[in-house]
């Protein structure tokens, strides 16, 4: 969060504006109560725009940054919409990458002139890390993690198990850590293969651990949210039982303890962010991954690597291996692309050759009209991709 002020304040010392765009309303506050004391040393006014704000404070978010007097923004997918106008945006930070459409990123960017992208998350989506190798996104790596924290011990339990995790689980509360307890969905939907909801299971845990259990889940109005979080890191509940609505934006040190279940239904991004809830403090962690056999191979190699390794680029390389990079010219963020002409592993010293071919094109004729222009663009709309050409900067 620190990194990215410092490249928006750069914005702001060059005459522009910066905005911040977090997937959650929970994530979005955070990040404001963290820049904000920075900014304001600064000297530099920021504000938070959000789908629940009052008409009125909506009103003087979008009229300071029309104007250009409100330099800096942190909010939701608020920032999307048609009525947020920008006097020069000049930086878009996309938090959490892989929770936005490809859509939505370019949404952002359309709304200023040139304006760059910096995107951060723990786990690199497939098509973010195919485009790095592209050259098409340069990678930094913050590969050293905040003092004091451990590795969570991450393992593989099959659901016949149930009942030995909750007796853990009791024995855990005994001395006074919190869990997290996450589930596929809300509430019981009757047909979708057994899978355990939140709804229900809190409903379970309850009747053991009493009113030290609360539920989350992203159907709850904000201010109810708010309340279960705040009852959870203050201490009034010890057992959290959620659904993916805790995967950004949620910082409990105290909390040691990850049950997630129907582990095999989930994607190796959700399972490291979700792992990630905990072993925020000094304190041993543990993650369970609750799987109901049999799994496909795919399955299983997912829940395999999350339990090897906590680098979150080894994981994107995993997931990219298991998903395919998507499309470079489109939308689609995993999948194999409609068109194959190379490899990526296979072609790699063709690939820079190709790579410093296109930048001295682009150099030279930058709007494509000379000969090799025209040229390129008939392979493009042979291909069908001269409209998708923009989504390359998203």
Not at 43 to 52: K, M
Not at 252 to 262: C, G, N, R
Not at 270 to 285: A, C, E
Not at 292 to 318: K, N, Y
Request: with cysteine.
């Amino acid at each position: 969060t620190v990194v990215a002020l410092l490249a928006m304040l750069a914005a702001v010392e060059a005459g522009r504006q910066a905005a911040l765009l977090a997937p959650t309303e929970i994530l979005a506050r955070q990040h404001l109560a963290t820049l904000a004391p920075l900014a304001a040393r600064a000297g530099v006014a920021i504000d938070l725009l959000t789908g629940r704000d009052a008409a009125n404070r909506r009103t003087a978010v979008l009229l300071g940054l029309a104007d250009g007097t409100l330099p800096l923004v942190v909010g939701t997918h608020a920032l999307l919409q048609d009525d947020v106008r920008f006097q020069d945006l000049a930086l878009a930070v996309i938090d959490e990458q892989h929770r936005f459409g490809v859509d939505q990123r370019l949404a952002l960017t359309e709304k200023g002139t040139a304006v760059d992208i910096l995107a951060m998350t723990a786990t690199p989506i497939p098509r973010t890390l195919q485009m790095s190798a592209y050259g098409d996104m340069d990678v930094s790596a913050i590969r050293e993690k905040p003092p004091g924290r451990t590795p969570v011990d991450t393992r593989a339990i099959p659901m016949d198990r149930l009942e030995e995790v909750v007796d853990g689980l009791a024995r855990h509360l005994a001395t006074g850590a919190k869990a997290f307890w996450v589930c596929p969905r809300v509430e019981d939907g009757g047909d979708l293969g057994g899978l355990t909801d939140a709804t229900g299971r809190a409903a379970t845990l309850g009747s053991r651990f009493g009113k030290r259990v609360g539920l989350v889940h992203g159907r709850m109005a904000s201010a109810d949210k708010d309340a279960v979080m705040t009852a959870f890191a203050d201490g009034d509940v010890d057992v959290l039982v959620a659904t993916t609505v805790v995967e950004v934006g949620v910082n409990v040190p105290s909390a040691t303890l990850m049950v997630i279940e129907h582990a095999e239904r989930f994607g190796l991004a959700q399972l490291h962010q979700l792992r990630g809830r905990v072993g925020r403090g000094t304190d041993k962690s543990v993650c369970l991954l609750l799987y109901q056999p049999p799994v496909s191979d795919t399955m299983r190699q997912r829940l395999t690597t999350i339990r090897d390794t906590d680098d979150g680029f080894a994981i994107a390389e995993a997931d990219l291996a298991l998903r395919g990079a998507g499309d470079m010219l489109g939308v689609k963020q995993s999948g194999l692309p409609d068109f194959r002409l190379a490899d990526l592993p296979a072609h790699t010293d063709l690939l820079a050759i190709a790579h410093d071919d296109a930048r001295v094109l682009l150099a030279n004729d930058p709007d494509l009209t000379g000969p090799r222009g025209e040229a390129v663009r008939t392979l493009l709309y042979l291909w069908e991709r001269d409209a998708a050409i923009r989504y390359l900067g998203t």
